[in-house]
Antibody, heavy 118, light 109 residues
Framework: EVQLVESGGGLVKPGGSLRLSCAAS????????MNWVRQAPGKGLEWVSSISSSSSYIYYADSVKGRFTISRDNAKNSLYLQMNSLRAEDTAVYYCAREAGKRAFDYWGQGTLVTVSS | SYVLTQPPSVSVAPGQTARITCGGN??????VHWYQQKPGQAPVLVVYDDSDRPSGIPERFSGSNSGNTATLTISRVEAGDEADYYCQVWDSSSDHPGVFGTGTKVTVL
């Protein structure tokens, strides 16, 4: 069974940093591109970042470029999102999602809440 | 950047058909995916590559895509279909290629 479990969320002050993790199981992690998607309270889904299976291709939304860094460790079946210079508008539930064919996101984690507030 | 526009809400009676549109410039040239999200839950893929269904998704869910509009159709709507629905594409010509639609709240009357 495919499982994606996020962790690392919490309360952080503006300007602070946080590192999210996503532990994957039930599939060959190293064969799939992975993504982070976020959802601010009461708002829609926003794509954040993508990383290819071998980390060769990385993309970011304009809203996080230069502040967030996506990475992965295929040996540990883990995906990460390093978030620096956090702002109030980064407050959201952050989901990791597996990327299937045609760039669809076929499996999602349960999400981890990041709150940026003083 | 590429923009996907959805109606904020759609209301439908049980047993009827709900149609949710997703508008984008020449969206017919892209693969469109649809997600269902119920309150407090993660999104679930219900249609991918315009019209294919993942295993476990009822045949009542179908999709089409042409010109500047993609459509998710839910036939014989049930109370359990009440949720938010999002379309999504990958804009390969962009350096920030992941794009979600604005989302549509489907209410079953």
């Amino acid at each position: 069974e495919v499982q994606l479990v996020e962790s690392g969320g919490g309360l952080v002050k503006p300007g602070g940093s946080l590192r999210l993790s996503c532990a994957a199981s039930g599939f060959t992690f190293s064969s799939y591109s992975m993504n982070w998607v976020r959802q601010a309270p009461g708002k829609g889904l926003e794509w954040v970042s993508s990383i290819s299976s071998s980390s060769s291709y990385i993309y970011y939304a304009d809203s996080v470029k230069g502040r967030f860094t996506i990475s992965r460790d295929n040996a540990k079946n883990s995906l990460y999102l390093q978030m620096n210079s956090l702002r109030a508008e980064d407050t959201a539930v952050y989901y990791c999602a597996r990327e299937a064919g045609k760039r669809a996101f076929d499996y999602w984690g349960q999400g981890t809440l990041v709150t940026v507030s003083s | 950047s590429y923009v996907l526009t959805q109606p904020p809400s759609v209301s439908v009676a049980p047993g009827q058909t709900a149609r949710i549109t997703c508008g984008g410039n020449n969206i017919g040239s892209k693969s469109v995916h649809w997600y269902q999200q119920k309150p407090g839950q993660a999104p679930v893929l219900v249609v991918y590559d315009d019209s294919d269904r993942p295993s476990g998704i009822p045949e009542r869910f179908s999709g089409s895509n042409s010109g500047n509009t993609a459509t998710l159709t839910i036939s014989r709507v049930e109370a359990g279909d009440e949720a938010d629905y999002y379309c999504q594409v990958w804009d390969s010509s962009s350096d920030h290629p992941g794009v979600f639609g604005t989302g549509t709240k489907v209410t079953v009357l």
